[in-house]
């Protein structure tokens, strides 16, 4: 569908527009919204560190990306171990803006849906919260959203300890079949940010078939250091790595893009140690182009992780006995002008993309729909997935790209190298593929071989990255698969 835009100088002219941009947005929606909801269910120890609450406001602009199944609130430490108050009082600050962030993207719940599915865990922390007798309302929500009728796999985020998660799992162990286990422990997808108590080992351990994302360990053995999570903004304090641009997670961009906007920026508290720690176990569920769910090692905003078993380290809480999706290293060009290497690299590569959406979707909360950006819809002129031959030429196209402002767009196609099974790099000079035309509509690529190493088969995963010229700058990816055959 070629979608039609009005460039915004003529939303400059003081004409009745309302039908037309009306009619202009629901074209928009259904191109830009019209891939399936992951299932979302947030587990959350919030009322501690207030990097929890940053993350749920975030998660509030977001949030008609997903199908937000619950929003339970789990135990910290200190004197009220639960406090689903907090929760509470971000939605209905969302709600204050939701009509307005409907204004610029459909498919927003309203804020009773939300204020609905907030619930709680056992105040008992770790493992001491887990079996007979330790129902929580949050497991039990927890059990019924992975029993519904839905064909979809629910999305578990773990941005504290995941003992509600594992009281779930101990209740339909003990009350179920082994069949009806492995059916529910099927529908489940893990993202957990580190381990903050010992219910994720003894979970890992215990349902051996889980799909479970999680760099192992506890910030007290210095796990956090280790994260891959811990680059959303960890530079400076537990994360402790260069290449990244630090300006963009500041306070002081925070104030400008975040707090000084409306009711729900309002909410928004300064961070203590690092911005948003949990965010990136929601970031990979975006539909922005770029992430594919069932395929961790592919990377997007959430960062990329690879299944094996990881070696045990100090800060475990106890060695892995199982394949997990965990940490793995990408090779990126970093703001400093050096190439950096590493797990964090796979995360904080994409830094300016996720910032600048996100401020852009603070101005969604506040301002009308010709007074803000938005971003571009890219359009493949072939398919995502193409069959090449070693010496073949590939080409690439998206000639039917639009930016819903009329805004111009930059051109990106770049190997994602790391993401692929086909290694092509050139050591030498940090390029990794040689793309004809890599900033224009249309480019190509040459499945070359070399004297060094075999022509080889595999995948190989070109990125096209399109970013708008309004403000602030908005990217939305594709992705193609050239599958590299004899």
């Given at each position: 569908m070629k979608i039609p835009f009005l460039p915004k100088?003529?939303?400059?002219?003081?004409?009745?527009?309302?039908?037309?941009?009306?009619?202009?947005?629901?074209?928009?929606?259904?191109?830009v919204v019209a891939q399936e909801k992951n299932r979302l269910i947030i587990l959350t120890d919030i009322g501690g560190d207030p990097d929890d609450q940053m993350s749920m406001v975030r998660l509030m602009t977001y949030a008609n990306h997903f199908d937000i199944e619950g929003l339970i609130a789990t135990p910290h430490s200190g004197e009220d171990p639960v406090e689903p108050e907090y929760i509470e009082n971000i939605v209905k600050a969302y709600g204050k803006v939701r009509d307005n962030l409907a204004i610029h993207e459909p498919g927003y719940p309203s804020e009773a849906y939300?204020?609905?599915?907030?619930?709680?865990?056992?105040?008992?922390?770790?493992?001491?919260?887990?079996?007979?007798?330790?129902?929580?309302?949050?497991?039990?929500?927890?059990?019924k959203a992975v029993d519904q009728e839905d064909e979809r796999p629910l999305w578990v985020a773990v941005w504290g300890g995941p003992n509600v998660l594992a009281q779930a799992l101990w209740k339909v162990r003990e009350t179920r079949s082994p069949e009806e286990l492995a059916k529910f422990v099927s529908k489940l997808r893990v993202y957990a940010i580190s381990d903050q108590d010992n219910s994720g080992p003894w979970i890992r351990k215990q349902?051996?078939?889980?799909?479970?994302?999680?760099?192992?360990?506890?910030?007290?053995?210095?796990?956090?250091?280790?994260?891959?999570?811990?680059?959303?903004?960890?530079?400076?304090?537990?994360?402790?790595?260069?290449?990244?641009?630090?300006?963009?997670?500041?306070?002081?961009?925070?104030?400008?893009?975040?707090?000084?906007?409306?009711?729900l920026g309002a909410i928004y508290p300064h961070w203590k140690f690092m911005m948003e720690g949990d965010t990136p176990s929601f970031f990979y569920l975006i539909n922005n182009g770029l992430s594919s769910p069932e395929h961790p090692d592919w990377g997007g905003w959430g960062g990329r992780y690879e299944l094996y078993t990881p070696k045990m380290e100090k800060w475990f809480l106890e060695p892995e006995t199982r394949p997990i999706w965990t940490n793995v290293q990408d090779e990126v060009l970093g703001f400093d002008g050096e190439w950096h290497t590493s797990n964090h690299a796979t995360i904080w590569r994409w830094?300016?993309?996720?910032?600048?959406?996100?401020?852009?979707?603070?101005?969604?909360?506040?301002?009308?729909?010709?007074?803000?950006?938005?971003?571009?819809?890219?359009?493949?002129?072939?398919?995502?997935?193409?069959?090449?031959?070693?010496?073949?030429?590939?080409?690439?196209?998206?000639?039917?790209?639009?930016?819903?402002?009329?805004?111009?767009?930059?051109?990106?196609?770049?190997?994602?190298?790391?993401?692929?099974?086909?290694?092509?790099?050139?050591?030498?000079?940090?390029?990794?593929?040689?793309?004809q035309n890599f900033d224009q509509p249309k480019a190509s690529l040459k499945v070359k071989t070399s004297r060094v190493m075999p022509p080889g088969t595999g995948t190989m995963h070109i990125i096209l990255a399109v970013t708008d010229h309004g403000k602030p700058r908005l990217t939305r990816y594709k992705r193609v698969i050239i599958d590299v055959k004899p």
């Open positions: 100088c003529f939303f400059a002219k003081k004409f009745a527009l309302k039908n037309y941009l009306t009619i202009l947005f629901a074209l928009i929606a259904v191109t939300l204020l609905e599915r907030i619930s709680e865990g056992h105040e008992l922390d770790g493992m001491d919260g887990v079996g007979e007798g330790k129902d929580s309302p949050g497991a039990n929500l927890l059990i349902f051996p078939d889980l799909f479970y994302i999680v760099t192992p360990g506890v910030n007290a053995g210095g796990g956090f250091h280790h994260a891959t999570w811990i680059a959303i903004g960890g530079d400076k304090f537990h994360g402790r790595f260069d290449g990244a641009d630090f300006s963009l997670v500041t306070n002081e961009w925070l104030d400008k893009n975040v707090r000084r906007k409306g009711p830094r300016s993309e996720y910032q600048n959406d996100f401020s852009a979707r603070m101005d969604w909360t506040i301002k009308p729909y010709d007074e803000a950006n938005h971003p571009p819809v890219i359009k493949l002129d072939h398919p995502e997935y193409i069959i090449a031959k070693p010496g073949e030429q590939v080409e690439l196209s998206a000639t039917n790209t639009t930016d819903p402002d009329g805004d111009a767009v930059s051109y990106e196609w770049f190997c994602y190298e790391e993401a692929g099974t086909r290694a092509m790099s050139n050591s030498s000079t940090g390029v990794k593929h040689d793309i």
